[in-house]
């Protein structure tokens, strides 16, 4: 079964808005052992939707569209689906009824614009839409099945659960799948593949790589009838291949496994951050119960606080400015120190998208003080000299993440060094 997205609306082909929809609906359907061959993206006009459309099914088994379902003239997407068959529109009656139903029962009067909604192209197929208003369509055709979807993405989503991936798994006869995601922290993208290039080679495993800053994730999908046997196998490489790099699988980040860790030790860690502003505080507060092992921070952006607050010593900051390794590790004693958390975590470097005192961009150091001592390090400075400012939000994640790595590697005892080496940081100093 091969498909094709197809998004409709404005505010995504010119930006305004960002396109979630598809990206769910990719990972959706990957994940239901779809193949997914090509993804597009149009504005609100009738003939280039028909076009796309037609376009599409010459090469897929299914189109799937959202957006153009509802009630402003804009939405023109049952339009031209009906233009692509050849029929008219018609009223549904019970759409009709159901759309003045859910008008009374929220105590409001029905716009006649919003009768649109119940406007479908003649033999087309309706999928209940149990979040909303407007239904989904499914129109047949020449060269395969166009489905029709809201662009309100919980609608979108909801329709697509219930109705149309077990109409996708019926027509396709759909193999056995099995998936997994791995994370890891700290190793390039081509590090990685390379490292991978045994596990790739397996017969019925597919990688795929999810680079986000300073993480990769790997996704290990198998296809056939041994499909769990060769996910383990696979996996199984993976691990060998990588070693501690790998942290976590599926949706457990970073945060999480850190303050699994923390209570698995009855520990709690406090946070002291400069150029990320509260970032790294606000990834250890994502997660329900977190009081539990996150004990606080201290934003000490300014560079006098980080002496009244942290106890950094003026000296040090007077010599060296407040981007130093020795700087970074006053800050998590100090932070350790006054929040009587067993360890203390801090950063500080340049952000950009200038120097700072005599630093270039994408220089930060972390330090993590705990009952084991104190360990400095140099995150690896990114390869983009003179970078603009939207280099700025990448280094601040980056520096989020190469934290949250050093304070689990500290937990768990391992080897920093090789973790620092094999991202390109460099150990500053530890005690």
Known sequence: M????????????????????????????????????????????????????????????????????????????????????????????????????????????????????????????????????APGLRVELPGGVVYALPGVPFEMRTIMDEVVLPELAARAGRPEVARRTLRTARLWESMIATRLAPVEAMPGVKLAYLPDPAEVRIRITAVGPDARTLLADAEAGVHAALGDAVYGEGAEGLD????????????????????????????????????????????????????????????????????????????????????????????????????????????????????????????PRLPVPGAGPEIRPVIRRMTVVHALELLRRTLLGLDVDDAAREGRGVREETG
């Not at 050849?86 to 614009?113: F, H, K, N, T």
């Not at 932070?335 to 220089?363: K, M």
């Open 2 to 133: 091969r498909v094709e997205l197809l998004t409709v609306g404005d505010e995504l082909l010119l930006g305004d808005t960002i396109n979630g929809n598809a990206a769910w609906l990719g990972r959706r359907l990957a994940d239901h052992g779809v193949e997914v061959t090509r993804s597009v993206v149009v504005g609100d006009e009738t003939d280039v939707i028909v076009q796309a459309a037609g376009a599409a099914l010459e090469r897929a088994d299914a189109v799937i569209t959202t957006g153009g379902l509802g009630p402003t003239y804009d939405d023109l997407t049952r339009d031209a689906l009906a233009k692509a068959a050849g029929v008219p529109l018609i009223r549904d009656a019970a759409l009709e009824r159901r759309l003045r139903e859910r008008a009374a029962a929220s105590g409001l009067e029905l716009e006649p614009m919003a009768l649109r909604m119940a406007e479908v192209p003649e033999g087309a197929g309706l999928l209940r839409n149990t979040a909303g208003s």
């Open 256 to 379: 999480r496994v850190v303050h699994r860790l923390l209570a698995e030790r009855s520990a709690t860690v406090a946070v002291a951050e400069s150029l990320t502003g509260g970032l790294i505080g606000a990834e250890l507060t994502a997660m329900p119960g977190s009081s539990a092992t996150y004990a606080g921070g201290v934003v000490a952006y300014a560079t006098e606080l980080k002496h009244r607050l942290l106890g950094v010593p003026e000296a040090l900051l007077a010599e060296h400015g407040a981007v130093h390794p020795e700087v970074a590790a006053a800050m998590a004693e100090g932070v350790r120190d006054r929040l009587g958390a067993a360890y203390g975590l801090a950063v500080t470097g340049v952000a950009g998208p200038e120097p700072q005192d005599g630093h270039s961009v994408g220089t930060v150091y972390a330090s993590v003080a705990g009952p084991g001592g104190l360990l400095t390090v140099t995150m």
